[in-house]
């Protein structure tokens, strides 16, 4: 496993940043033909806010519609993070780098293949309980 490079982190970075603007614009989209007027001022603020503020504000919103669009940005909002930190690309759990394969995959990846598997399967565990 290669140690991921200060390029390859502005890489994801950038990558992270577009999947954010997509969010947004699908967001504001589906906000825009909703029937309620508040969700149509959530739109046009949405449109001029920053992605700090863009996190926040769809936490506000109870719309079942975009639930999987805001996970998504959470776990952008995390990785930004870390890149922040400096500790991206290193596995949330046991602090080893992830495999630059699997970020390039999915740039949010938090964890290494060992710690995804042990935690999908203590996920579906907690769902049997
Ligand atoms: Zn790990």
Not at 36 to 56: G, M, P, R, V, Y
Not at 111 to 124: D, F, I, S, T
Request: hydrophobic share 35%; net charge negative; aromatic share 4%.
């Amino acid at each position: 496993m290669q140690h991921i490079s200060e390029t390859q982190v502005d890489q994801f970075q950038a990558v992270l940043l577009s999947s954010l603007e997509e969010l947004r614009l699908g967001m504001t989209d589906i906000l825009m033909r909703s029937s309620h007027t508040s969700h149509n001022l959530a739109a046009k603020q949405l449109q001029k806010i920053s992605a700090d503020d863009l996190l926040e504000l769809a936490l506000k919103i109870e719309m079942p519609s975009i639930s999987h669009k805001i996970s998504a940005m959470r776990n952008i909002d995390a990785a930004l993070n870390n890149i922040q930190i400096g500790m991206y690309g290193l596995c949330a759990d046991c602090e080893e780098e992830i495999d630059t394969k699997r970020l390039n995959s999915d740039a949010t990846t938090q964890r290494c293949l060992n710690c995804e598997n042990r935690y999908q399967k203590q996920k579906y565990n907690n769902y049997k309980l």
